[in-house]
């Protein structure tokens, strides 16, 4: 296989999709935190949106604008309680033309 | 809030809450069915691959007029390490027949199809409506739901949960635990747009012929995971998922991971050029029969993905969903029309029907092969394609080595790598749990 890939665009992949982001109602929420948890530290990589990064205080944060509802985090994050997870409101969200 | 009272609500349209309420509604029940989606479909996501003889037995003559892509009349199988794969394919001209078995289907536009058949059969179908929680009596009962669109409760003699792999209303009302990393996988998957020529000619195809590519080795770096190539008419799926657990074992990135695999000699020619139109994720329930939780209790049942139905070995998921949601219909039925009420008791015969059909009896042929591919991944996914591969290559490499020498070079590379014990046990285990 080809030599190791630069970091990943997923930005760019996120591109092609449509969104009807819900301004000021984020469907996933993290929980205040002073040190995140092995498992909210996880997202960081296992989000196949890549939602979720560190910020300069090395805490981890989310933006759910992109997010394409498969609901890992909510699996991962599952034990700890680290996250808040619900659908989007109705009709909100991503929406898929082929899925 | 909705004052009318409902025979049944239906949590969700997908493959399952579609099956469920369409057999219901075609009944003659008073049916609700509610959806998330700015329409049936917009939510799903699948391979996808739709099983002719379940939807026969929901919709006889789908054909006609469901929006389907190609049927398939080839499966390759690929173990693939960094720059191989050996594959093994079965192409007949007798799945060029006039009631093909299975095709390859866009989910969006199927599921909106699908759909209309709901409505048409008479079902009330909302969307753009989150089910937020159920709503139970002072026993406990489930009664009905509650939605992000009106306030108040919903009420029905029955609830129908087809809400899919993640589940959030049966979990968060303890219905059932919420599935564990390493019961499901995480999939990702791009459309990629070409020419319907082009596409043909890469694959082999003629007309509405179609193909599955299902690859396995180094492309998931030891986790336990697959990837997949389906021909469409003017599009390509390809995708590949892994355990959830894994991921957050190993830091893998799962779009990382989709570009290794686009990358690999063998796959990058079949996809050059294409346009990506969309990229998607979804998770897969692996942990089979051991991970199926409560399929019903007073006043509801619970069907398709988010009752875990999925049969990993053969890529089975949605055929089990639909097979699953027109059971559940069908013993919701059959208490009905006995004019009893929708108890545990009376419910449990969703189960028993289950029991009797090909989806727990696939499911429990399979019951130990969930784990075995998890604990023994890094053999599985990695080191056996490797030595496959390197086992293929000095077969067909003609370089003036004596073909003795060759088979005990191929020979002492498998023990080397798994010693002879570590070889008959990996293939007694195997054997074991795929009887």
């Given at each position: 296989?080809?030599?190791?890939?630069?970091?990943m665009?997923?930005?760019d992949?996120?591109?092609?999709n449509?969104?009807?982001?819900?301004v000021?109602?984020?469907?996933?929420?993290?929980?205040?935190?002073?040190?995140p948890?092995?498992q909210?530290?996880?997202l960081l990589?296992?989000?196949?949106?890549?939602?979720?990064?560190l910020?300069?205080?090395?805490?981890?944060?989310?933006?759910?604008?992109?997010?394409?509802?498969?609901?890992?985090?909510?699996?991962i994050s599952?034990?700890?309680g680290d996250?808040?997870?619900s659908?989007p409101?109705?009709?909100?969200?991503v929406l898929f033309?082929?899925? | 809030?909705?004052?009318?009272?409902?025979?049944a609500i239906v949590?969700g349209?997908?493959?399952?809450?579609?099956a469920a309420?369409?057999?219901m509604?075609?009944?003659?029940?008073?049916?609700?069915?509610?959806?998330?989606?700015?329409?049936?479909g917009?939510?799903?996501?699948?391979?996808?691959?739709?099983?002719?003889?379940?939807?026969e037995k929901l919709?006889?003559?789908?054909?006609?007029?469901a929006?389907l892509?190609?049927?398939?009349?080839?499966?390759r199988?690929?173990i693939?390490d960094d720059r191989?794969?050996?594959?093994?394919?079965y192409?007949?001209?007798?799945?060029n027949?006039e009631r093909?078995?299975?095709?390859t289907?866009?989910?969006?536009?199927?599921d909106?199809?699908?759909?209309?058949?709901?409505r048409?059969a008479?079902?009330t179908?909302?969307?753009?409506?989150?089910?937020?929680?159920?709503?139970?009596?002072?026993?406990?009962?489930?009664?009905?739901v509650?939605?992000?669109?009106?306030?108040?409760?919903?009420?029905?003699?029955?609830?129908?949960?087809a809400?899919?792999?993640?589940g959030?209303?049966?979990t968060?009302?303890?219905?059932?635990?919420?599935?564990?990393?390493?019961k499901v996988?995480?999939?990702?998957?791009e459309?990629?747009?070409?020419?319907?020529?082009?596409?043909?000619?890469?694959?082999?195809?003629?007309?509405?012929e179609?193909?599955?590519?299902?690859?396995?080795?180094?492309?998931?770096r030891?986790?336990?995971?697959?990837?997949?190539?389906?021909?469409?008419?003017?599009c390509?799926s390809?995708?590949?998922?892994?355990?959830?657990?894994?991921?957050?074992r190993?830091?893998e990135?799962p779009?990382?991971?989709?570009?290794?695999f686009?990358?690999?000699p063998?796959?990058?020619?079949?996809?050059a050029g294409?346009?990506?139109?969309?990229?998607?994720?979804?998770l897969?329930?692996?942990?089979?029969?051991k991970?199926i939780?409560?399929?019903?209790?007073?006043?509801w049942?619970?069907?398709?993905?988010?009752?875990q139905?999925?049969?990993?070995?053969?890529?089975?998921?949605?055929?089990?969903?639909?097979?699953?949601?027109?059971?559940a219909?069908e013993?919701?039925?059959?208490v009905?029309?006995?004019?009893?009420?929708m108890?545990a008791?009376?419910?449990?015969?969703?189960?028993?029907?289950?029991?009797?059909?090909?989806?727990?009896?696939d499911l429990k042929?399979?019951?130990?092969?969930p784990?075995?591919?998890?604990t023994?991944?890094q053999?599985?996914?990695?080191?056996?394609?490797?030595?496959?591969?390197?086992?293929?290559?000095?077969?067909?490499?003609v370089?003036?080595?004596?073909?003795?020498?060759k088979?005990?070079?191929?020979?002492?590379?498998?023990?080397?790598?798994?010693?002879?014990?570590?070889?008959?046990?990996?293939a007694?285990?195997?054997?074991?749990?795929w009887?």
């Amino acid at each position: 296989m080809n030599a190791e890939l630069p970091s990943m665009r997923v930005e760019d992949k996120l591109y092609y999709n449509r969104y009807l982001v819900d301004v000021g109602r984020p469907h996933v929420k993290v929980r205040a935190h002073a040190t995140p948890s092995p498992q909210l530290l996880a997202l960081l990589k296992a989000c196949p949106a890549r939602c979720y990064e560190l910020n300069e205080k090395g805490q981890v944060e989310v933006t759910v604008d992109g997010c394409i509802e498969c609901g890992t985090c909510r699996i991962i994050s599952g034990p700890t309680g680290d996250i808040e997870w619900s659908y989007p409101r109705g009709g909100y969200g991503v929406l898929f033309k082929f899925g | 809030m909705i004052d009318e009272r409902f025979d049944a609500i239906v949590v969700g349209a997908g493959m399952a809450g579609n099956a469920a309420a369409l057999t219901m509604a075609k009944r003659g029940m008073n049916v609700l069915q509610l959806e998330r989606g700015e329409y049936a479909g917009s939510k799903n996501v699948q391979g996808a691959i739709l099983y002719a003889d379940m939807m026969e037995k929901l919709i006889p003559d789908f054909r006609e007029e469901a929006p389907l892509e190609r049927h398939l009349v080839e499966q390759r199988f690929w173990i693939m390490d960094d720059r191989s794969h050996l594959g093994m394919q079965y192409r007949s001209d007798d799945f060029n027949e006039e009631r093909p078995n299975r095709y390859t289907i866009i989910r969006a536009q199927f599921d909106k199809w699908f759909s209309s058949k709901v409505r048409e059969a008479g079902a009330t179908v909302l969307c753009e409506t989150t089910v937020t929680d159920l709503a139970r009596d002072d026993h406990g009962r489930v009664i009905g739901v509650r939605t992000d669109r009106r306030d108040g409760e919903i009420h029905a003699d029955v609830v129908v949960l087809a809400e899919g792999v993640i589940g959030l209303l049966g979990t968060r009302a303890g219905l059932r635990p919420r599935p564990e990393p390493d019961k499901v996988a995480l999939a990702v998957k791009e459309m990629h747009f070409l020419p319907r020529e082009t596409i043909e000619a890469r694959f082999n195809l003629e007309g509405d012929e179609g193909l599955v590519i299902e690859a396995a080795g180094t492309i998931s770096r030891g986790m336990t995971g697959m990837g997949f190539i389906y021909a469409n008419k003017e599009c390509i799926s390809l995708g590949i998922g892994c355990l959830v657990a894994d991921f957050q074992r190993t830091g893998e990135t799962p779009y990382g991971l989709l570009d290794h695999f686009k990358r690999h000699p063998s796959v990058a020619p079949l996809i050059a050029g294409s346009e990506v139109k969309e990229y998607s994720a979804h998770l897969i329930p692996e942990g089979g029969y051991k991970a199926i939780p409560q399929l019903y209790g007073e006043g509801w049942v619970v069907a398709g993905d988010a009752a875990q139905l999925n049969n990993a070995v053969h890529r089975e998921g949605s055929n089990l969903a639909m097979t699953s949601g027109r059971i559940a219909a069908e013993a919701i039925l059959e208490v009905k029309s006995r004019g009893d009420r929708m108890t545990a008791k009376n419910l449990s015969l969703y189960k028993r029907m289950l029991d009797d059909s090909f989806v727990m009896k696939d499911l429990k042929k399979y019951k130990d092969l969930p784990t075995l591919m998890h604990t023994n991944s890094q053999n599985y996914f990695l080191t056996y394609p490797q030595l496959f591969s390197r086992a293929m290559q000095n077969f067909v490499r003609v370089d003036g080595m004596p073909k003795a020498e060759k088979e005990k070079m191929t020979l002492k590379s498998f023990v080397k790598a798994r010693s002879w014990t570590g070889l008959f046990g990996d293939a007694f285990r195997f054997a074991r749990a795929w009887r």
